[in-house]
T-cell receptor, first 110, second 115 residues
Framework: LAKTTQPISMDSYEGQEVNITCSHNNIATNDYITWYQQFPSQGPRFIIQGYKTKVTNEVASLFIPADRKSSTLSLPRVSLSDTAVYYCLVGLTGGFKTIFGAGTRLFVKA | EAQVTQNPRYLITVTGKKLTVTCSQNMNHEYMSWYRQDPGLGLRQIYYSMNVEVTDKGDVPEGYKVSRKEKRNFPLILESPSPNQTSLYFC??????????????FGPGTRLTVL
């Protein structure tokens, strides 16, 4: 399993774009990058997943450079309700041993 | 509605009194997993199961047991709970080791306090 490193916390203001970068130097050829979001006292929920280049859905974008040693989750125009912990996972996260790590705590201020 | 359910949601118990936290999913998922969450440590995997009668240890299995006798259920057993097992527990399920990886669906959590 590839080890991931994320910032422990980030602050932002409503309406700003937030970028959270995750580094995963030991990513393997078949590994995908998956991001989850967790609100207090709730289970994590899937946000976005990608293998290379850029992926966009209705919630976020995921940027993955060519070497795939890092990835950036981009949240456009955040609101107070985006205050949560964001986890970056690498590997076969749906079927084997899974490592979530400590995640990045995002706090959005008014 | 597709969901993962856990019971109980809250439990206060005493050291040494055996307890079971149940987990059930209605999505016919093969893979199920248990996590614990403690402040500053994120989610740590306790055990996971890739199918009926197939279980394996995660990162923090000590003090826990699991069983997978039916596809939909994956109970977490604490034979002799201790205060260091006070935590928030989550059960999750997914289809299994697919490519790309399948989403894990999480239950609402069980907050356990061991006195």
């Amino acid at each position: 399993l590839a080890k991931t490193t994320q910032p422990i916390s980030m602050d932002s203001y409503e309406g700003q774009e937030v970028n959270i970068t995750c580094s995963h130097n030991n990513i393997a050829t078949n590994d995908y990058i998956t991001w989850y979001q967790q609100f207090p006292s709730q289970g994590p929920r899937f946000i976005i997943q990608g293998y290379k280049t850029k992926v966009t859905n209705e919630v976020a974008s995921l940027f993955i450079p060519a070497d795939r040693k890092s990835s950036t989750l981009s949240l456009p125009r955040v609101s107070l309700s985006d205050t949560a912990v964001y986890y970056c996972l690498v590997g076969l996260t749906g079927g084997f041993k899974t490592i979530f790590g400590a995640g990045t705590r995002l706090f959005v201020k008014a | 509605e597709a969901q993962v359910t856990q019971n109980p949601r809250y439990l206060i118990t005493v050291t040494g009194k055996k307890l079971t936290v149940t987990c059930s999913q209605n999505m016919n998922h093969e893979y199920m997993s248990w996590y614990r969450q403690d402040p500053g440590l994120g989610l740590r995997q306790i055990y996971y199961s890739m199918n009926v009668e197939v279980t394996d240890k995660g990162d923090v299995p000590e003090g826990y047991k699991v069983s997978r006798k039916e596809k939909r259920n994956f109970p977490l057993i604490l034979e002799s709970p201790s205060p260091n097992q006070t935590s928030l527990y989550f059960c999750a399920s997914s289809r299994g080791p697919t490519l790309p990886p399948d989403t894990q669906y999480f239950g609402p959590g069980t907050r356990l306090t061991v006195l």
